[in-house]
C-alpha cells in the first residue's frame, strides 16, 4: 500500500507552492528559509524533500507556477486594446502596488530571479513569453509576431512601473508612477514601435 494517496501528495506539493509564492513575493526568495515556509503551510520539514529537491528546485518551479497563472488571467481579456487598457489598469493600481504578496512575480522578485539559476531564469523566459504573446495578440490580432517588440516593452514598463512605485515613500509620487506608467503603456500599445533587430554574435 503506497505511503502516500496520488491525490494528497499532489495536495500538499500545491500548498507548498502557493506558500512559498506568497512568503516570497513577500519577503523575498533568500529572505524566504525552508523551515520557516514549511511552518506557514502547516507542514513538516521532512515533507519539503518528498516533493523537492533543493530550494532552487522549489524556486523554479514557483516561478513557473505563479507565471502560468498570470497567463490565465491574460486569457480572460477583452480583445484588442480594451483588454490590454483593463490590464493596465488593474496591474498598475494601488491595491496591487500594496498587496506585492498577491502579485505579479516579475514586480516582485525580477532582481532576485536575474542572480538564480539556469532553471529558474528559464522557467522565467517561458512564462514570461506567453504573457508577450497574449498581450501582442490583443495589440495585432491579425499578426501578433508584428506586435512582439511593443509587446515586451508594454510588460516590461508594466513591471518597471510597479517595482519604482513600490520603491518611494512619497505616496502622491508612488500614485503619480502607476498613473503616468498606464498612460506610457497605453500610448506605447497604440502606436508603432521601431523593429529591433536581434543582435549578432561576436565573431
Given at each position: 500500500m503506497a505511503?502516500?494517496?496520488?491525490?494528497r501528495k499532489e495536495s500538499t506539493r500545491r500548498r507548498i507552492l502557493?506558500?512559498?509564492?506568497?512568503?516570497?513575493?513577500?519577503?523575498g526568495i533568500d529572505g524566504t528559509g525552508i523551515a520557516a515556509l514549511m511552518a506557514d503551510a502547516g507542514l513538516t520539514n521532512g515533507a519539503f524533500y518528498t516533493h523537492f529537491r533543493s530550494k532552487e528546485e522549489l524556486v523554479a518551479a514557483v516561478i513557473a507556477e505563479e507565471l502560468r497563472v498570470q497567463a490565465t488571467t491574460f486569457t480572460s481579456l477583452a480583445p484588442g486594446i480594451a483588454g490590454i487598457e483593463g490590464l493596465l489598469r488593474t496591474y498598475l493600481s494601488v491595491q496591487h502596488r500594496d498587496h506585492r504578496e498577491a502579485g505579479c512575480p516579475s514586480a516582485a522578485l525580477l532582481d532576485e530571479i536575474?542572480?538564480?539559476?539556469?532553471?529558474?531564469?528559464?522557467?522565467?523566459?517561458?512564462?514570461?513569453?506567453?504573457?508577450?504573446?497574449?498581450i501582442a495578440s490583443r495589440l495585432a490580432p491579425e499578426d501578433p509576431?508584428?506586435?512582439?517588440?511593443?509587446a515586451?516593452?508594454?510588460l516590461a514598463l508594466m513591471a518597471g512601473s510597479l517595482q519604482l512605485s513600490r520603491a518611494v515613500a512619497d505616496p502622491r509620487l508612488s500614485d503619480e508612477i502607476l498613473d503616468q506608467g498606464v498612460a506610457n503603456a497605453l500610448a506605447l500599445a497604440s502606436n508603432?514601435?521601431?523593429?529591433?533587430r536581434p543582435r549578432q554574435a561576436d565573431v
Open positions: 505511503r502516500y494517496d496520488p491525490a502557493e506558500t512559498a509564492g506568497r512568503l516570497f513575493k513577500q519577503n536575474g542572480r538564480c539559476g539556469d532553471s529558474t531564469r528559464d522557467a522565467y523566459a517561458k512564462g514570461a513569453s506567453v504573457l508577450i504573446e497574449q509576431a508584428t506586435a512582439r517588440g511593443r515586451l516593452s508594454v508603432d514601435a521601431p523593429v529591433v
